[in-house]
């Protein structure tokens, strides 16, 4: 029986949270493995992701909007079966963390998490739900992860 090659989700929901995935995505030349499939959160940004591979728009939510993260849990519940991906990057939100708990759940998947540069006194929300998860948490500031165990430093998004 042939073993699959491992297959890497990258996503991030909009704005400054996708800026700084392809700015992660740009910079960092040597991937161990290339990305195979990307996730996002609207369909601007995917257009850009589609140029580099198969994307998916699980779409926005938040806390106060129960129908739009009952309708953001199934989309991401459908690419993780569909996709079953072995590991996660992701420079978050909420609706990208719950890609990650779901792969991780699902699949066993491995996540890293990049908290956003924005977050330079604590963890997002998202972060800190992801600590209970991912199996890498990055921040871009020494400070947030001098208050986190868990999570890590190693220098900021460019």
């Known amino acids: ?3 699959r090659s491992l297959k890497l989700c990258v996503g ?7 800026t700084e995935l392809l700015g992660l995505l740009t910079t960092v030349t040597r991937w ?3 990305p195979s499939v990307y996730v996002t959160t609207r369909e601007i940004w995917a257009k850009k992701l589609e140029e580099k591979g198969p994307t998916y728009i699980v779409g926005e939510c938040d806390r106060n909007k129960p129908l739009k993260l009952l309708i953001t849990i199934w989309k991401s519940f459908w690419f993780v079966m569909k996709e079953k991906p072995d590991v996660v990057v992701t420079t978050g939100s909420l609706p990208i963390a719950i890609v990650c708990v779901l792969a991780k759940k699902l699949c066993k998947a491995k996540i890293v998490w990049i908290d ?3 977050q330079l006194e604590d963890l997002s929300m998202s972060g800190r739900l992801m600590l209970k998860y991912a199996d890498l948490l990055l ?5 947030v992860a001098a208050k986190y165990p868990k999570a890590e430093y190693v220098g900021e998004l460019q």
């Open 32 to 34: 161990p493995i290339q």
């Open 139 to 143: 921040t871009q500031w020494p400070e």
């Open 116 to 118: 956003s540069v924005a």
């Open 1 to 3: 029986m042939a073993k």
């Open 12 to 18: 991030a929901s909009s704005g400054g949270h996708m």
